[in-house]
C-alpha cells in the first residue's frame, strides 16, 4: 500500500458532489444537443424524432444517455442529501448555503427539461408553479412577468 498523508474516513463517498457534477454536465451537454434536433411542428417532429433514432445509433444514444442520466443524477442528489443530513452537516452554514444554492438550480433544471416537450403534463406544471411564482408577496407579479415572458401562459 502507498502511505499518503490522507485522512481514514476518505472514501469513494467523498467524491459523490464530482458525481453529481459529471452528471449534470452531462445533461446539459445531452440537452443543448437534443435541442438542436427539435422541431416545433407537431406533425412532422415525432417522425423526425423516430427517424433519427432509428437511423443513427448515436442519436439514439444521446436520447437514452439523457433520459438515464437524470435518473442517476436524482439518485445521486438524494444520496448524498440523505448523507448530509446524516452526519448534521446543515450545521457548517457557509457549506450547507451553497449547497441549497445548488439544490434550487437543480430544480430549475429539472423544471426546464420537464416543460419543453410541452404536452398536457407540462403545461399544468408550468401554470401551477408559475402561479407559486406570482403568489410571492412583494415582487410576485414582476417576476411572474419576467419568468413567463408575458401575461399568462398560452
Not at 433514432?53 to 437514452?64: E, K, M, P, Q, V
Amino acid at each position: 500500500f502507498i502511505d499518503l498523508p490522507i485522512n481514514y474516513s476518505l472514501s469513494y463517498y467523498w467524491s459523490s458532489g464530482f458525481m453529481i457534477s459529471s452528471f449534470m454536465l452531462l445533461q446539459i451537454l445531452t440537452g443543448v444537443i437534443l435541442s438542436f434536433l427539435y422541431v416545433s411542428d407537431p406533425v412532422v417532429s415525432f417522425s423526425i424524432v423516430m427517424g433519427l433514432t432509428n437511423d443513427s445509433f448515436y442519436t439514439w444514444c444521446l436520447r437514452y444517455w439523457h433520459m438515464w442520466g437524470v435518473n442517476v443524477l436524482f439518485l445521486l442528489f438524494f444520496i448524498h442529501m440523505s448523507r448530509s443530513l446524516y452526519y448534521s452537516s446543515y450545521k457548517k452554514k457557509g457549506v450547507w448555503n451553497i449547497g441549497f444554492v445548488l439544490y434550487l438550480l437543480l430544480m430549475g433544471e429539472a423544471f426546464t427539461g420537464y416543460i419543453l416537450p410541452w404536452h398536457q403534463m407540462s403545461y399544468w406544471a408550468a401554470t401551477v408553479l408559475t402561479s407559486v411564482v406570482e403568489s410571492l408577496p412583494v415582487f410576485g407579479p414582476t417576476l411572474y412577468k419576467f419568468v413567463v415572458g408575458g401575461f399568462g401562459i398560452t
